[in-house]
């Protein structure tokens, strides 16, 4: 079993609709996740972090995340094209570890017009 | 501020040749990690430096090394190079803090080629 697994992709959704990415992890000593959006070519870039149970919003998207389940997820509000990209979860466990995170393989989205 | 800078962009080595990559943290950083990225593996961690010491290391052989220097620059070296050691090679910095919630920022990595 993978640390971290990703619902495989590729994901497809019209401009407009909510993506809906999901993560799920096997080490219950998590303590922080992140999502990154990295496009083709490109390098990961942040778009938010968790580290307590439930919802954090920033604009268009919303991570969720549950502990007791083991589960981290990422909404995508009104997509658009520019929304394209491959989508990673990232968790980091304890304090002595801190400077490693363990990504998952990513879901890729494609945004249709 | 200026973001996570690495040279080289790209390289093109051959079998048996080593490699040098350098990585510039964002001011302030003391946390540098390295992570390789293939269409196979995914983004897989190799190591952690902070101030001059390496903290953490991933599950890579030995021909993969690193170090810091004291303004927080990093380089990671690869001996001995083989046609799977072909990737992306990231380098992250995070800021001082409570590391374990520290966000990771991400260079533009150097594209290594091994023929």
């Known amino acids: 079993q993978k640390e971290v697994e990703q619902n495989s992709g590729p994901l497809s959704v019209p401009e407009g609709a909510i993506a809906s990415l999901n993560c799920t992890y096997s080490?219950?000593?998590?303590?922080?996740f992140f999502w990154y959006r990295q496009y083709s070519g490109k390098s990961p870039e942040l778009i938010m972090s968790?580290?307590?149970?439930g919802d954090k919003e920033d604009g268009r998207f919303t991570a969720q995340l549950n502990k007791a389940s083991q589960y981290v997820s990422l909404l995508i509000r009104d997509s658009q094209p520019s929304d394209s990209a491959t989508y990673l979860c990232?968790?980091?466990?304890?304090?002595?570890?801190?400077?490693?995170?363990?990504f998952g393989d990513g879901t890729t989205l494609t945004v249709k017009p | 501020k200026a973001g996570v800078t690495q040279t080289p962009r790209y390289l093109i080595k051959t079998r048996g040749q080593q490699v040098t990559l350098s990585c510039s943290p964002i001011?302030?950083?003391?946390?540098v990690s390295w992570y390789q990225q293939t269409p196979g593996q995914g983004l897989q961690f190799l190591f952690e430096?902070?101030?001059?010491?390496?903290?953490n290391k991933g599950n890579f052989p030995g021909r993969f090394s690193g170090r810091q220097f004291s303004n927080s620059r990093s380089e990671m070296n690869v001996s001995t190079l083989e046609l799977g050691d072909s990737a992306l090679y990231l380098c992250?910095?995070?800021?001082?803090?409570?590391?374990?919630?520290?966000?990771?920022?991400f260079g533009p990595g150097t594209r290594l080629t091994v023929l």
């Open positions: 001011s302030g950083h003391r946390s």
């Open positions: 968790i580290y307590s149970n």
């Open positions: 990232a968790v980091k466990g304890l304090e002595w570890n801190a400077g490693k995170s363990t």
């Open positions: 992250a910095s995070s800021p001082p803090g409570l590391e374990v919630y520290n966000e990771q920022f």
């Open positions: 430096y902070f101030s001059e010491t390496q903290r």
């Open positions: 080490d219950r000593g998590s303590q922080s």
